[in-house]
């Protein structure tokens, strides 16, 4: 017996008993929502009703996030949606404060409701898993007061269950690194606009040609901060030569490496202590 099979069985007879009629996701194409919209579908399959896989199609997530989820919701067999949203339109969230993640999903959950208002759909449901309940989260506030609901969070699964879970059913995504809104690459307080968003995620699609595993690349004025999994430190230093120039020609005046390496939310550390007691985690639509 594998020590995730009680939590499954607890998930699925969740699921279950949402199916009453069509069932929303809002789906990132992330191993949170894949899971998610895998079991919804294999419920919906045996009470012949309908999983709405919703996906949206943003400035603040990278192109290739969009190819992924039309990719995984195809091999799971739902029906996917694409919402087209400018979040920098969001009054507000262009000055990057530190609950944005709240400003943000309050709006996208509400235009996910609106939608799911419009086909009927009572069940609206995202990826949000336990770990994320321990962690500055401001965009849990926006779920709760809109009344989304989170199936891996009701039934206590973390992040490393999620992924066991994930890869014992075939999902292809189930090793994929975390995507976080590329917000979450700008400190707080500083301007978003989409020339940066752009720059930061050309940047980050070249690092990821060059190192595996977790790649973030944080902006702090002109000076690109490179976050790596510890073991691809020495691989950087190698390679630092074409780094710094592939780097420089995107427009990054200084090329740093971060020596604490890759941490979730490495933003979230300046935060007062009443807004984040533990480490961060960086937002996402799961």
Not at 16 to 45: E, P, Q, Y
Not at 146 to 154: H, K, V
Request: with cysteine; hydrophobic share 35%; glycine share 8%.
């Amino acid at each position: 017996m594998r020590e995730f099979d009680g939590k499954l069985k607890l998930l699925e007879e969740w699921m279950d008993s949402r199916m009453t009629g069509d069932v929303c996701v809002a789906f990132s194409g992330g191993v949170d929502s894949s899971l998610i919209l895998k079991m919804a579908c294999l419920c919906a399959g045996k009470r012949g009703v309908s999983v709405h896989a919703v996906t949206f199609d943003t400035m603040l997530h990278p192109a290739c996030d969009l190819q992924t989820a039309k990719k995984v919701a195809h091999e799971l067999g739902a029906r996917h949606e694409i919402i087209e949203i400018d979040e920098l339109k969001i009054p507000g969230l262009k000055n990057n404060p530190p609950d944005r993640c709240y400003l943000c999903k309050k709006h996208l959950f509400s235009v996910l409701l609106e939608y799911a208002g419009e086909k009927g759909i009572k069940h609206v449901l995202d990826g949000t898993n336990e770990d994320d309940l321990h962690v500055y989260r401001p965009g849990l506030r926006a779920l709760r007061e809109l009344g989304i609901e989170s199936p891996l969070a009701a039934c206590h699964i973390s992040k490393k269950e999620t992924r066991e879970m994930a890869d014992f059913l075939g999902i292809s995504v189930a090793s994929r690194p975390s995507a976080p809104c590329m917000a979450t690459r700008i400190p707080y307080g500083q301007e978003l606009n989409h020339t940066v968003l752009k720059q930061i995620e050309e940047g980050e699609d070249f690092l990821r040609t060059v190192f595996s595993g977790n790649v973030r690349l944080r902006l702090h004025g002109q000076t690109a901060r490179i976050e790596l999994d510890s073991s691809q430190m020495g691989r950087a230093l190698e390679q630092r030569k074409p780094l710094c120039s592939r780097l420089r020609k995107l427009g990054f005046s200084y090329i740093t490496l971060d020596l604490e390496g890759f941490r979730s939310g490495s933003m979230d550390e300046i935060l007062p202590e009443r807004q984040s007691s533990e480490p961060g985690r960086e937002c996402d639509i799961q």
